[in-house]
C-alpha cells in the first residue's frame, strides 16, 4: 500500500495534457511522480533515453535494471521488468540467473560484465579500477558511461518506489508498450 496518497488531479497525465505526459502508460510511478509535476517530465526524459535510445543490447540492459531492482528489493520495479524482459527476449531461466548475480550459469559473458559491475557500483560509490576497466573493456567509454547512468537512474527510481510505497497497478504490470515504441 502506498505511504502517502496518489495525487487527486492527475490532469498532467491526461491525454490532451502534455504531449509528452499525456501518452504515458497508466504507471502508478507516474501517478506519484504527479505530487511534483515539474519533476516527472525530466524523470520521464531520461527513462526513455535508456528505453528507447539507449545503445546497449535490451537484453543486457533489462539483466541491468532487474539486478538494481534486485538488490534494492524493489518490487515495483522488478515486475515492471520482468515484463519488459520478456518482451525484449530474456527467458524465464534468464530473469532467475539475474536475481543470482553474475556468478549464475547461463550468463553471457557481457551479463556477467554487467551485473558485475553493478553490484559493485549499487555497493560502492567508487567503482575500483579494475571494475571500471573491465566494464571499459567491454562495452567501450560511451558504453560504459551509458552503464553507470544506468544504474544510477534505477537505483534513484527504487529509491523513489520504496520511499512511497508505489503499488505495483491492479492486474500486473502495464509498462511493456515501451518496448514497441523504439525511435530512429
Same mark, same amino acid.
Given at each position: 500500500?502506498?505511504?502517502?496518497?496518489?495525487?487527486?488531479?492527475?490532469?498532467?497525465?491526461?491525454?490532451?495534457?502534455?504531449?509528452?505526459?499525456?501518452?504515458? #502508460?497508466?504507471?502508478?510511478?507516474?501517478?506519484?511522480? #504527479?505530487?511534483?509535476?515539474?519533476?516527472?517530465?525530466?524523470?520521464?526524459?531520461?527513462?526513455?533515453?535508456?528505453?528507447?535510445?539507449?545503445?546497449?543490447?535490451?537484453?543486457?540492459?533489462?539483466?541491468?535494471?532487474?539486478?538494481?531492482?534486485?538488490?534494492?528489493?524493489?518490487?515495483?520495479?522488478?515486475?515492471?521488468?520482468?515484463?519488459?524482459?520478456?518482451?525484449?527476449?530474456?527467458?524465464? #531461466?534468464?530473469? $532467475?540467473?539475474?536475481? $543470482?548475480?553474475?556468478?549464475?550459469?547461463?550468463?553471457?559473458?557481457?551479463?556477467?560484465? #554487467?551485473?558485475?559491475?553493478?553490484?559493485?557500483?549499487?555497493?560502492?560509490?567508487?567503482?575500483?579500477?579494475?571494475?571500471?576497466?573491465?566494464?571499459?573493456?567491454?562495452?567501450?567509454?560511451?558504453?560504459?558511461?551509458?552503464?553507470?547512468?544506468?544504474?544510477?537512474?534505477?537505483?534513484?527510481?527504487?529509491?523513489?518506489? $520504496?520511499?512511497?510505497?508505489?503499488?505495483?497497478?491492479?492486474?500486473?504490470?502495464?509498462?511493456?508498450?515501451?518496448?514497441?515504441?523504439?525511435?530512429?
Amino acid at each position: 500500500m502506498a505511504r502517502l496518497p496518489y495525487p487527486e488531479d492527475l490532469s498532467i497525465l491526461a491525454p490532451g495534457g502534455d504531449k509528452v505526459l499525456g501518452n504515458l #502508460a497508466p504507471l502508478n510511478v507516474f501517478k506519484m511522480l #504527479a505530487h511534483a509535476p515539474h519533476m516527472l517530465k525530466p524523470f520521464v526524459s531520461m527513462g526513455t533515453a535508456f528505453l528507447i535510445k539507449g545503445k546497449m543490447d535490451p537484453v543486457t540492459r533489462e539483466c541491468v535494471v532487474l539486478r538494481v531492482g534486485y538488490l534494492s528489493g524493489a518490487s515495483y520495479e522488478t515486475t515492471q521488468h520482468e515484463a519488459i524482459g520478456l518482451a525484449v527476449g530474456m527467458t524465464p #531461466a534468464l530473469i $532467475e540467473a539475474v536475481k $543470482e548475480g553474475p556468478d549464475a550459469s547461463g550468463l553471457t559473458e557481457e551479463q556477467r560484465i #554487467a551485473l558485475s559491475f553493478t553490484d559493485h557500483l549499487v555497493a560502492n560509490p567508487g567503482p575500483s579500477d579494475a571494475q571500471v576497466e573491465a566494464a571499459r573493456a567491454h562495452f567501450g567509454l560511451a558504453g560504459l558511461e551509458e552503464l553507470v547512468l544506468l544504474i544510477g537512474y534505477y537505483m534513484m527510481v527504487c529509491r523513489f518506489l $520504496e520511499t512511497f510505497g508505489v503499488d505495483i497497478e491492479d492486474g500486473g504490470p502495464k509498462g511493456t508498450a515501451i518496448v514497441d515504441r523504439k525511435q530512429p
